[in-house]
Structures are given as structure tokens and as C-alpha cells.
């Protein structure tokens, strides 16, 4: 477990710094099972500050959301960090940006957390829908115990631990300016066991499989703008001129928007599982990226979010390369 | 209004003669969720749902909806979508998605009578079931509606365990079970007093509440309190809590075409994508996500009521429910409710 007073106290003396200028992290939700991105502009605001096994959503998509409206005449551009807490797959979205110049080194402080893994939102409101009072989980022996309407419950931590967590090989962050606590061991489970039936499966399977996953798409961009690696300022899907996919929702058109979507992320996700969380239709879009995840590095030996001075993939070029085509 | 019966041994059989003469859309679980469909046969039907994930105004204002087909060129022709009149009930529709209708009519049977809209809504019987489960989210109560409340639906039925509790609201629900009047017998005092001791114990699952009054007034001098803003922050500019409302209807138009052929068609958009208010000159009136943010509260909570005499938000919770972020109508609005100004 993370220690919350020493979350709260690293964050209040980053925030404390001349050049941080607020710092986002997790605070309560306000019903049930969630919570919720909590932006701190003051000590008091820190102290609403927690880390528990129910802080699933990625905040690295935050900093790159900042929106910079015209400055007023005389006013001056706030250029100080932005404090951030970070899981494993929180500090390597940022460590991605950053190597794709989206953001600089420079711009974020991080306050990193060994994380031991998320629960499943859908999976433990499914199991829980009348939960409405704020609930507490502690992880406690590799169970989650909490009280449901005066009932204690425990659960195994594998049945509401997300899926991405599960074979999470970077659970600890790879970039960060504080740690709280100590480093958290390694998962040693197969990182691509969760789509080996859908690989086994004859093509036509998969395309039937994946034309009803689409079917249902409603085209809301959840996936998207929950994505700490969606930044595009303009996404293709937006544009106008030249329409690439149309506004028409069929299979057609959410078909070209997926698999768009998923060769955008090839080489560049890192796994969390925010857009398949987002996703209010329930599309399995993790299994889509794990299986270009696994191309990549199986291909060129490439795993996103690692090395802020690596090259990103897709921006690489190696002149010994043994494909026939490229020379 | 008239109360009858019909017992769950006959209600096979009377889904399935509906069927015959009706398209008729009713809860089915695809994929773990429940969604409205139309269905062939009773066995298809699920009605172990909360509510459906998509609301069913997608039924009668479809997400994509071609207006009209058009060949381009010198010798271009444009052909009119054809409307058709399909005879279609909608079963088991839940009392907050079919209100949603309520807050969709003065929009689209308006001053502007959209004519696929009216269609649909003329073809259509609402034949609701009264929510014995409500769950977390749920808030309908708030807008002094009730999980059993057959105020905006042409029949109610309601599961009185051995039986459902029909009743018939509207000249529409009394002409469609006069089609099907073997099926149904009067109901007993007994029954009508079961079905009230169902409501209130549904209303009682409601625990969760939103403060409407006085909030438009509220609103009126909150325009510039930085609460939206603060809400912005945490929104990431998605389109659920829009898609997933029973009440939010805007639209967008396009032409989409082929060299030889094309359609204009009129696809759902969402106030939170910045494209949705983007002018052709490039200008955006509501350049921030804090402006498109504030937008949808107020459009639901304030100007909806001034234009059209009822808060266009029915307590259904989607958006509450699938907020990939916590933002929680409630929760915001009862701090507007409570804000001293």
C-alpha cells in the first residue's frame, strides 16, 4: 500500500516550489466506486490528496490538455511546471510524449508511485450497482477489502484487478523526481497472454469478431481524448478537408476509425487501458493494441515509453535494415 | 386512465402477437449490456436490465439518418428520403427515457416540424415498465417524476410479481390494447395498491438527490463563477455523457459523396467537441473547454427551461454512470444549488 501521508506531504513540498505551479493528482470520487483527477492549487487542496487501488484513470492525458487561452494585454504566460502523480504506465505515457517532443522534460515535475495494480471499474460496479456511498478499498494480503452497506467484503485480487494490470511489466515508474515508497515487484506473468485466443482464431473469426465489436461504436471519442497518446491538436477524425472517415456512424466508417486509431498508437502505446475504461460500449480496443504492441516489439525489438532519449519508432530509421523494400 | 392485468403466462404470447403486427423494439443483452433492439421472438427479450447503456431516443431520432440520396453532375438529380410509416412500439422503455421524448418534441415537433422525427413519433406506441431496481445514479425522483410513473408514456406495465399491472395512459395506449384485449382483465384494487407499494419501494432504492430549485435563477448570475472552470479541467472532451442522454439532440450536417453518387445526412454531435461550434471563418465562440462545459449545464439547466418550460435532464444517470472522469451532475449542480452568491 501507499503511504497517503507521504504522498500528501512530497506533493505539498512540490507544490511548495517556486517553479511548479499546481499539481494534479487523485482525490475521492463523488459516489461509489470512483474517483476522480484532483488539480491542487494549495496545500489544503493537496491534502484531499489519495492513492488506492481505485485510481485507474491515467493522468498524463492532463498536462497536454492544459488549454492556453489569448493572453489580456500586459499579461505574461505562466510557464511553470505541472506536478503530477504517476503510476508505471502514468510516467511512461509521459516519457513517450516527451521522447515525440510533445512535451519537454523541463515542463513536468512527477511524483512517482510503485502501483500495484488498478481495479476494474466496470467490473466492480457491475458487481456493486446500488453502491452509492463513497467506498474506501484497501488491498490487503492480495485481497480488496471494503464495507458494502455494513457488509465487509474481500475479494481476490485477481478478479477485479484490470486486465492491463495483470500483465503489467513496468508497474514501477520509469521516469519520475520523488518515489513514494518502495519499488513494487514484477509481475512475471506473459505480457501478451490476453489475446493469444484471438490470434489463434481463423481470419474470418477475427473479422466477424471485430466487425461486432465495431458495430457498436458510437463514435463518442472516449477512447481518444482518454488517451495520454492521443495529443494530435487536430485529430484526423476531425478533419474536414480531406474527409477521411465521414460522420456517418455504420461499420464502415467506425471500422476505419478503429483500426485508424489502433496503427496511430503502433509502437506508441503504453498499455494502461484508459481508452478501453473510457469506452462506454464496451469495445475489448486493448486487445487491438496489445496485438500491434506485440508486432512492434517482436518486429523491431521496440517497447514505447522507456527512454526519453530514444527515438520514437516510427521516427527511426536504421540503414542496415533487412527489408528488401526500404533500400 | 384505465388499470389491467395480464399474467406473465400470457405475456409470451402477447409479445409474440405484437410482433406480427408491430416492429417492435424491447431490451436485449448483447455483449454484457442491454441495448433496444427489435426483436422476433419473446425469448430474445431481457428484462433483467437497470436500463439500456444507449438511450432509446436512438430509435426515433437515429444517430446517422440520411435526408435525402443525390446523384452530382450536370445531369444531378436529388431524391427525398422516403418516410415510412412503420407501425412500432418500443417495450419496456424506462419513465426517464421516455420523458426524454417530452424534452425532444418541443425541438423537433416545434416551430420547425422535422418530418422523420414526427414520423417516428406518430408510429410509435411507448409502452413503458416501471423500474423496480433503480440503481446508484439513478435521480429521477428529483425532478418530482417517479421510477413508476406513466406520465409520459402511452401504457405502463409494471411487475406485480405473479402479474404485470397495466395501465393505460393515452387515447394511443387504450386504441393499442383494444387490439390485444384478450389478453388483458381489470384490475383489482388489490393490484393497483401492489403496484403503489412497488413504486414506493423503488423510490425508496432512489438515494441520491439534485437540487432543482430555484437553480435557473441560480444560473442566471453564475455565468462567470469559476466552478466551470473548474469542472473543465477535469473533463476530457469526450462525447458520452452527450451521446448516452435521453435529452441531448444536437446535430450535424454533412454531404458525403462518391463521384457518382451521395447523401446528406444528419449525424448526432456533441457540444464538447470543439469542432461543434467551429465558425467557417476559423472562429470559435466557444474556444475552451471551459465554455463547452458550461454550455451543457446551462443548455439542460437553464436555457432549456426558459425556452421550453422543462429542464431538459430526466435523472437517468447515464452520464453519470459513464463519465470516463467523475463528472457528476449531481454533485455539480447541488453545489450550484447550495452556492451563495
Request: aromatic share 10%; proline share 6%.
Amino acid at each position: 500500500m501507499v503511504d497517503q501521508k507521504m504522498l500528501v506531504e512530497v506533493a505539498k513540498e512540490t507544490l511548495a516550489r517556486e517553479d511548479v505551479k499546481y499539481i494534479i493528482g487523485y482525490k475521492k470520487g463523488s459516489y461509489g466506486f470512483q474517483t476522480s483527477a484532483a488539480f491542487a492549487y494549495t496545500p489544503k487542496d493537496v491534502e484531499e490528496f489519495i492513492f488506492t487501488p481505485l485510481c485507474n484513470k491515467n493522468l498524463a492525458k492532463y498536462p497536454l490538455k492544459e488549454e492556453k487561452l489569448p493572453l489580456k494585454r500586459g499579461e505574461e504566460e505562466d510557464k511553470r511546471k505541472i506536478g503530477l502523480v504517476v503510476k508505471g504506465c502514468d510516467s511512461r505515457a509521459i516519457v513517450q510524449i516527451i521522447q515525440e517532443n510533445g512535451m519537454k522534460r523541463e515542463d513536468v515535475v512527477l511524483i512517482g508511485i510503485p502501483c500495484p495494480g488498478v481495479i476494474n471499474q466496470k467490473e466492480i460496479e457491475k458487481r456493486f450497482p446500488n453502491q452509492s456511498e463513497i467506498t474506501d478499498i484497501n488491498e490487503i494480503n492480495d485481497e480488496y477489502v471494503f464495507t458494502v452497506e455494513g457488509k465487509e467484503h474481500k475479494i481476490p485480487k485477481q478478479e477485479l484487478l484490470a486486465e492491463v494490470c495483470k500483465t503489467c511489466e513496468y508497474p514501477n515508474p520509469v521516469l519520475y523526481d520523488v518515489m513514494i515508497g518502495e519499488e513494487v515487484e514484477v509481475n512475471p506473468k506473459a505480457e501478451y497472454e490476453g489475446i493469444k485466443d484471438l490470434e489463434e482464431a481463423p481470419l474470418e473469426n477475427r473479422w466477424e469478431y471485430w466487425e461486432e465489436q465495431f458495430q457498436r461504436c458510437i463514435r463518442c471519442y472516449a477512447c481518444r481524448e482518454a488517451c495520454p497518446l492521443c495529443y494530435c491538436s487536430t485529430c484526423m477524425a476531425d478533419l474536414l478537408e480531406p474527409q477521411w472517415i465521414r460522420r456517418s456512424v455504420n461499420l464502415s466508417e467506425n471500422t476505419a476509425w478503429n483500426i485508424m486509431r489502433a496503427f496511430h498508437l503502433a509502437g506508441r502505446c503504453i498499455s494502461c487501458g484508459a481508452c478501453e475504461n473510457a469506452c462506454p460500449m464496451d469495445i475489448p480496443l486493448m486487445e487491438l493494441n496489445k496485438k500491434l504492441g506485440k508486432e512492434v516489439k517482436e518486429m523491431f525489438e521496440y517497447t514505447p515509453g522507456l527512454d526519453i532519449d530514444a527515438k520514437p519508432l516510427l521516427g527511426s530509421f536504421n540503414p542496415d535494415d533487412p527489408e528488401e523494400f526500404i533500400k | 386512465m384505465e388499470s389491467l392485468v395480464i399474467s406473465k403466462e400470457n405475456f409470451p404470447e402477447i409479445i409474440n402477437t405484437i410482433i406480427k403486427s408491430y416492429r417492435l423494439f424491447a431490451p436485449t443483452e448483447e455483449n454484457g449490456f442491454s441495448g433496444f433492439n427489435i426483436i422476433k421472438d419473446y425469448s430474445e427479450m431481457d428484462l433483467s436490465y437497470l436500463n439500456s447503456r444507449m438511450p432509446p431516443k436512438a430509435i426515433l431520432f437515429n444517430q446517422t439518418e440520411t435526408l435525402f440520396l443525390m446523384k452530382p453532375g450536370a445531369k444531378g438529380s436529388i431524391k427525398p428520403k422516403e418516410i415510412r410509416n412503420e407501425k412500432t412500439a418500443i417495450f419496456a422503455i424506462r419513465p426517464c427515457d421516455a420523458k426524454g421524448f417530452r424534452i425532444l418534441d418541443p425541438v423537433f415537433l416545434g416551430n420547425y416540424v422535422d418530418p422523420l422525427y414526427k414520423a417516428n413519433r406518430d408510429n410509435s406506441v411507448l409502452i413503458g415498465l416501471s423500474c423496480n431496481q433503480p440503481d446508484s445514479s439513478c435521480f429521477c425522483t428529483s425532478f418530482g417524476d417517479s421510477p413508476a410513473s406513466g406520465k409520459y408514456v402511452d401504457i405502463l406495465f409494471t411487475d406485480i410479481e405473479e402479474k404485470y399491472l397495466v395501465e393505460v395512459m393515452t387515447e394511443k395506449g387504450k386504441g393499442f390494447v383494444n387490439d390485444f384485449s384478450r389478453f388483458f382483465s381489470p384490475a383489482s384494487p388489490n393490484q393497483i395498491e401492489a403496484k403503489n407499494a412497488k413504486e414506493e419501494e423503488a423510490i425508496k432504492l432512489i438515494k441520491r438527490n439534485l437540487k432543482v430549485e430555484g437553480i435557473e435563477e441560480k444560473m442566471d448570475k453564475m455565468f462567470d463563477h469559476p466552478i466551470w472552470e473548474e469542472y473543465a479541467k477535469k473533463c476530457i472532451g469526450c462525447g458520452t455523457c452527450t451521446y448516452l442522454c435521453p435529452t441531448c439532440h444536437c446535430f450535424d450536417m454533412q454531404d458525403e459523396s462518391t463521384l457518382d453518387k451521395g447523401a446528406r445526412v444528419r449525424t448526432w454531435d456533441a457540444c464538447m467537441f470543439p469542432e461543434y461550434t467551429m465558425h467557417a471563418s476559423g472562429h470559435n465562440p466557444r474556444p475552451a473547454r471551459m465554455h463547452r462545459v458550461r454550455n451543457r449545464f446551462y443548455h439542460k439547466y437553464s436555457y432549456y427551461p426558459k425556452n421550453s418550460g422543462v429542464i431538459a435532464c430526466t435523472g437517468c444517470g447515464r452520464c453519470i454512470r459513464y463519465c470516463p472522469v467523475n463528472i457528476d451532475i449531481i454533485e455539480l449542480m447541488n453545489r450550484v444549488s447550495e452556492m451563495e452568491l
